[in-house]
């Protein structure tokens, strides 16, 4: 390929020896500092719950967890105290061991376990890898469902899937996705809970993991699933998981398990062979460092502004590389109002050549294809961006390489599509 000003831009790219990183989202450390606080708290002379619990040593509701880290978040949420579990430290495991106890046990009210049925999972795309990887590695069929150029998912074709009495569950994000930053409304709850599902054991893996992580001063309000499944008649579809992860230390915080009475019974029943309990401790910790809800709503609020400027350079960068003004867009992406991410869309055929460029420039970025069931993007166009790490600075060099990379990869494929016999 003759030399063009974009691969003098590319080669510059490369000498200039950079090591960058966007591929996780990841809170950056000045985000970890705001937990502080929690670290250097004393607990050796006031380690009681407010039930008189000495959180040091067996006892209490062990398998529920806290009464009053369930009503905080119970109320951030929506779900009632009751029906919400606080666990461990990473919701992931908490998805992971549930579709464990739905292979070897079955669910509630069906007496088949999974395990040994043929299993399948919707999986709106793009979404997110790890999901993908739990399913995965079980040998469950991963079905990609796309949302559509306005970022809502297609319900007809959902409706259809789930005459498939192999449709066991669905991956759902509902707020702020990983990674196009898509919010479900009300009328797609409504339509999730509601559909005719040919399996009876169907559920949605509703991981709402980024409920209050908003990149604006507003904080959107948070759909009652549970209820509203209780009240189209399938109180047990859902099964929702959230953590403290991207809110205090990604290594150190709490997951919530919430759903129906039966599935919370059902879910402890298993677990209780697992654990007597959960880490009591950190979970007191944790709820003298919030106070209540509106505790970590302003928590929230100081991550936003640590981070929200980086993903304002991020689009800001998009925009002057791949969208100059009077020119033909090179490519389009999302523009979240929350949550730790932005999908960039290429031309079709571009994204692993763009990310092959990046890593030989020193920029990491995800594979292109994780985003997908079986990391196959049907068009390799999309890129996952991950700016809430690095610095400032770093991001904003980092997305400006990576425009330089998609660039020249578009200008390859056109070069190549040219030179190919019609």
Known sequence: ??????????????????KLDLTRGKPAPDQLDLAAPLLARDMSHDYRAADGT?????????????????????????????????LGNASLQVMHDTIVHAL???????????????????????????????????GIRMIPVPFDADGRLPLDLIAEHLKDPAVKGMWCVPMFANPGGEVYDEETVRALVSLPAAADDFRLFWDNAYAVHVLTDEFPPVIDVLGLAAEAGNPDRVFVFAST?????????????????????????????????????????????????????????????????????????????????????????TTPAGGYFIALTGPAGTATRAVELAKAAGIAVTPAGAAFPYGEDPDDAVIRIAPTFPSLDDVEAAVDG??????????????VSASSPS
């Open 104 to 138: 070897l046990h079955g669910l509630p009210g069906v007496l088949a376990p999974w395990h040994g049925q043929e299993v399948a999972f919707l999986c709106p795309s793009p979404g997110y890898d790890r999901h993908f990887a739990v399913t995965e590695s079980f």
């Open 245 to 333: 992860s991207k809110m205090t230390l990604a290594g150190g915080g709490v997951a919530f398990f919430g759903s129906s009475p039966a599935n919370v019974t059902w879910f402890r029943k298993h677990t209780s062979v697992q654990t007597i309990g959960p880490d009591k401790v950190n979970q007191l910790r944790h709820v003298r460092h919030f106070g209540d809800a509106d505790g970590v709503r302003a928590l929230m609020q100081r991550h936003r502004a640590l981070i929200a400027p980086k993903f304002a350079a991020t689009e800001r960068i998009l925009a002057e590389r791949l969208r100059p003004s009077g020119a033909e867009p090179v490519a389009h992406w």
């Open 54 to 86: 000495d959180t040091r040593n067996y006892g209490g509701d062990n398998g529920a967890g806290l009464p009053e880290l369930r009503a905080i978040f119970g109320e951030l949420l929506h779900i009632p105290v009751e029906q919400l579990l606080a």
């Open 402 to 415: 990576l425009c330089t990379c998609l660039l020249f990869a578009t200008e390859e494929r056109a070069a």
């Open 1 to 18: 390929m003759p030399s063009t000003p974009v691969r003098a831009a590319y080669d510059e790219l490369v000498a200039r020896g950079l």
